[in-house]
């Protein structure tokens, strides 16, 4: 199968769901994600700074580019005058960088909260009580330049569909909890960024809004 077909694949699954197709494009080169768009596809995540800094001025200016890999406060300048959202924010200290850096550009910048569900302490992300302090400061906050528009997860690498299952809920359970508990004009949770190539199924069973597809796109990295 090619790139086109890959796509239509996974968009048939996604069908009337109201879920985006994030490609991820790490380690692809520029001619190879130029196919992906002349396919269609306009979401691209990158998980590296300097590769997305890279990649942005050699590609057409409608792609939506996602930051979907951990993030460093002092890269943030490097990406902020493009980047459309940013999955991996999993700190105040963070969250202010943007802010910071997204006013320079006079832009503002959708960010996901980055929450630990996995078993691996190798994982990223917020705990649950690291969410609601994360919350209650941007709503006693000036924050104008970023928009938190939900929440991110990443399920444990294993074969257990029911683990994964139950990680993907929680998260899911989480993001319903937090959407009805804060309101304010920096904060408006909708989106679920959960499923990869692995677990995908799963994720958009459980409500995923944002699946992020890098292998089942471009195939294996070489």
Excluded at 173 to 188: F, G, M, N, P, W
């Amino acid at each position: 199968m090619n790139i086109a077909d890959n796509i239509n694949k996974y968009l048939k699954e996604i069908g009337d769901r109201n879920c985006k197709l994030v490609a991820i494009s790490k380690t692809k080169p520029v001619d190879i994600i130029r196919s992906a768009y002349d396919s269609g596809q306009r979401i691209f995540g990158e998980n590296k700074v300097q590769e997305l800094a890279d990649k942005y001025p050699q590609l057409p200016k409608d792609i939506q580019w996602h930051m979907v890999g951990h993030l460093q406060s002092n890269k943030v300048k490097y990406i902020a005058p493009f980047v459309h959202l940013i999955h991996s924010v999993d700190s105040i200290k963070l969250l202010k960088e943007i802010e910071k850096q997204a006013a320079k550009h006079d832009r503002i910048i959708f960010c996901l909260l980055q929450v630990h569900i996995a078993e691996e302490e190798t994982k990223f992300g917020l705990s649950d009580e690291g969410l609601y302090q994360v919350l209650d400061e941007v709503m006693n906050s000036g924050f104008e330049h970023v928009k938190i528009t939900g929440l991110m997860g990443m399920a444990t690498y294993t074969q257990d569909d029911e683990q994964i299952r139950r990680e993907f809920r929680y998260i899911k359970d989480l993001l319903d909890t937090v959407s009805s508990k804060y309101q304010h004009r920096a904060i408006e949770l909708t989106e679920l960024s959960i499923g990869m190539s692995g677990d995908y199924k799963t994720a958009l069973e459980e409500g995923s809004t944002m699946i992020r597809i890098g292998t089942g796109v471009f195939g294996a990295r070489h």
